[in-house]
């Protein structure tokens, strides 16, 4: 049995193999979580995210209907300019 200082000042007995155990443990779940952050944080799946975030948006109807507003109008705007020249 080892004596190990816990966090609040008091004095606990702890088993060397238990020590062990506990710190590959939480060597595990620390690589576990790395891998998650890097894949979460990786250029191409945060594109693919973005992408299919952008896909679920422009297959709403109401943004259809404002993309096709828009073209009209910008359309309106490119022949009124061309006949005034």
């Known amino acids: ?28 779940n620390l690589a576990q979580t790395i891998d998650t952050l890097a894949e979460r944080v990786s250029p191409a799946n945060v594109t693919k995210r973005a992408v299919s975030r952008v896909m679920e948006q422009v297959s709403r109807p109401e943004v259809q209907i404002g993309a096709a507003a828009l073209t009209a109008v910008t359309l309106a705007l490119v022949v009124w300019r061309l006949r005034r020249r």
């Not at 004095?11 to 155990?21: F, I, N, S, T």
């Open 1 to 28: 049995m080892l004596a190990m200082a816990e966090a609040n000042g008091e004095v606990a007995l702890r088993d060397p193999d238990a020590l062990v155990k506990e710190i590959e443990r939480t060597r595990a």
